[in-house]
């Protein structure tokens, strides 16, 4: 009796020991397969964010600056060359403005931004073009469409006189 019961306990050992390795050899041959499968997809490289290369010509000087990916960027892009009158903003000494006669999308962007020193905004309600060369705290309806990209931007911009005709053109 004894020897029948050992022989029934090690005859399902057996069969169990059986049974999972031929789960460890299905799991190989599945993750041997996932692993193929893997290696014959392409690997997906980012999305480079593209932009456009602005040369601004005012009073003489030349200044760099970029334009970013953003709704609005891309349609003022479309609108390049352009020749825009610029004029102080009233009520502080860290921005320039000039206005546009039509609007730019602003789809996909925030509803408001900060104007910080050395962006290049789109002022949505009343469709100006705006050079920050001072900080300018949050408001809705700044849309920072861009970027200067040359160390004496902030000289150039803030010793522009009033009614300065500013020509921008797009770099390749």
Known sequence: MKKQLLTAIVAVGLITLAGCSQNNNSSQKISSSVS??????????RKKVSRTNLKIKINGHTVRAHLN???AARAFSKKLPTTLTFVDFPRNNSEKMADLNYSLSTKGMPSGHAGDKGTIGYWS??????????????????????????????????NMPNHTRVRITKVK
């Open 36 to 45: 193929a499968q893997s290696k014959k997809k392409p690997v997906k490289s």
């Open 69 to 71: 990916n953003s709704s």
């Open 125 to 158: 309600p009343d469709r100006r073009i705006i050079f920050y060369y001072g900080h300018v705290d949050f408001y809705p309806g700044i849309h920072i469409i861009g970027k200067f990209d040359s160390k004496n931007y902030q000289r150039v911009i803030s």
